[in-house]
């Protein structure tokens, strides 16, 4: 229940913030009767079960993830620290990362990264950022 709460918590306050708009709207003089029950049925039906798919389809994506990892696939992570325009960080047990419950961890980086932010990396093989910008200063140069 806690991995619950943990992955769906934001989903749940903007539940909790419609169901608040609709108690207020829905229980004005102007509103006919019944309003407030159709309304909450409604708006918290609808709002359950977009959180449910929601976590639904985020547990079975850390799943495969996961898996993927343990069959020594790279992957692709999400990283909200850096805010450049490479957000992102490339992830496989070859480079030192190793998985702990749903963190993937490495001694050399600064943070850990949580599966449900990490997707299978489709693109090519990863460059080393110095080999990218050695290509960079040689181009340069032929300009």
């Known amino acids: ?6 992955l769906e918590a934001v989903y749940i306050a903007i539940a909790v913030f419609a169901l608040s708009i609709t108690i207020f709207v829905t229980t004005r ?7 407030f029950k159709k309304g909450m049925l409604w708006v918290g039906g609808v709002s359950s079960a977009m959180v449910g798919f929601h ?3 985020t547990t079975s994506r850390m799943s495969e993830v996961e898996s993927l ?5 790279m992957l692709i992570c999400e990283n909200k ?3 450049t325009i490479s957000r992102s960080v490339l992830i496989a047990q070859k480079d030192g990362w190793s998985l702990d419950g749903h963190l993937f961890k490495n001694p050399d980086y600064e943070r850990d990264f949580h599966t449900s932010r ?5 693109g090519s ?5 110095q080999e990218a910008n050695e290509k960079a200063a040689v181009h340069e140069g032929n300009n």
């Open 1 to 6: 229940m806690g991995e619950f709460f943990e």
């Open 29 to 35: 003089d102007f509103m006919p009767k019944g309003a």
């Open 55 to 57: 976590y639904y389809m």
């Open 69 to 73: 990892f343990n069959a020594g696939e």
């Open 81 to 83: 620290m850096r805010r």
């Open 118 to 122: 990490c997707v299978k990396w489709i």
């Open 125 to 129: 093989q990863p460059q080393l950022e």
